[in-house]
């Protein structure tokens, strides 16, 4: 019998990467495929990759620049290229680095399998690209970029209990900084019986937990004949499905964020109260350089909105550039005002990186240098953690739910007695991460866990006794 080919593939960015590598480990496993840990043990080796800073992209070049001789002693080594970068890049890839067989965009993702069964037999280099946002009328752009959901495979997440749900590709808001409107084409709403079935699969899989996705996914909005089903519907309709105990749903947009979705937050029990909505800057004048269609006036407004409908209960969180073109002194301390006076439950700080083929780049100076980037950040992310802190250390003595997802980082799974309690880490329902010691048998429930310490980014507990759970106050 033939031996089954291997793959090995590495996923980078965000978690629409992640939930397209899923798919097309998913899609190549139903073709026999086998998955390897290393390039070396690998016939096909996939890269899904970013292209939001130029970080992600030069990691890419580098990883693939280290499979050249690879490729030299095995020329029949499959190699593929696949995610924004592909989408972005297109064939200069081949230019970059020749040995690369296949260059597929996120939105041709389907085509995957038969691309490199026809790289395999007839050899060449092939590409699979959507059409770039000026190509052509609107209608065939967005055709050009397809969802690509086919298949569910609980075997293939790390915790099959916890499962992404993609709702919404694309995004029409066209911030001057980023990519994203380019390498993953317009926004569009995936239809609600379609996500609802799926949501209905993964529970019949055992999955507890779904993360809806989109790039601005409280802006969904999927129409049909009259009928227009919105962010707030969808989540009343995926409340009702047996078996799914939380929902969550990343990431916002502020100018979206309606007080019918805070209210079917606020109602809606499998609803986590976490939001992740990113401000950006703490500056209109930069808010305005980014075109990102809100000033900070309407953010605090969200902010008051988000307060009253879900009062302590919403945990939220944002994400910052630094050192956007032109950013002053003042303009960065803007930001660090904003992250004082929203306390947020965490940030994601990133300094800015000039992305070929945006507004920004066409049109203002990357003038900030590396240093004072660097410096902002670190400034930011030194308030941000206190505040992440002071926000933790508010639980101590209380007792959280948490859906247990596996050891944690620290645990030490080769020295342990065996069947031993180990470090076991979590989250509650506001995301907020919690590690513990118990038996790995816990793993995929939702058990209470006392805190009795707190750092920046981690609650510490134990495991609450039945005995001991009679006066429980959950906040999280
Ligand atoms: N440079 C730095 N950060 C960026 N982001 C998006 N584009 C860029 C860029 N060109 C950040 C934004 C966004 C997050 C996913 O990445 O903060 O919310
Ligand atoms: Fe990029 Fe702005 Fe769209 Fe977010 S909303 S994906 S930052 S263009």
Redesign the pocket.
Known sequence: MKAPHRLYIETVG?QMNMLDSEMVVASLRQRGYELANSPGQADTILFNTCS??EQAENKTYSALGRLKQEKQSNPDKIIGVMGCMAQKDQRMIFQKAPFVDLVVGPGQLQQIPDLIEKARTEGGQHAALSLGRRDGAVKDIKRSHETYDPLRDPTMRPTPFQAFLRIQIGCDKF?T????PMTRGPEQGRPPSQILDEAKILADQGCKEITLLGQTVNSYRFRDGDQTTRLADLLNQLESVDGIERIKFV?NYPKDMTYDLLSAVRDLPKVSPYLHV?L?SGSDAVLKRMKRGYTVADYREMMQRIDETLGEKAAISS???VGFCGETEDEFQASVEMVKECRFKNS?I??????PG?RASDHLPDDISFEVKKRRNNELLAVQNQISEDGNQAFLGRHVDVLVEGPSKKADLDDRPSRGPIQLTGRTHCDRIVVFDGNERLVGQTIPIGIYDATAHTLIGTVVTQEATGEIVSLA
């Open positions: 965000c939001v800073r911030c900084y980023c990519i994203v990431t990113p950006q994400d910052f550039i994601f990133f300094k800015y990186s000039e992305r945006t």
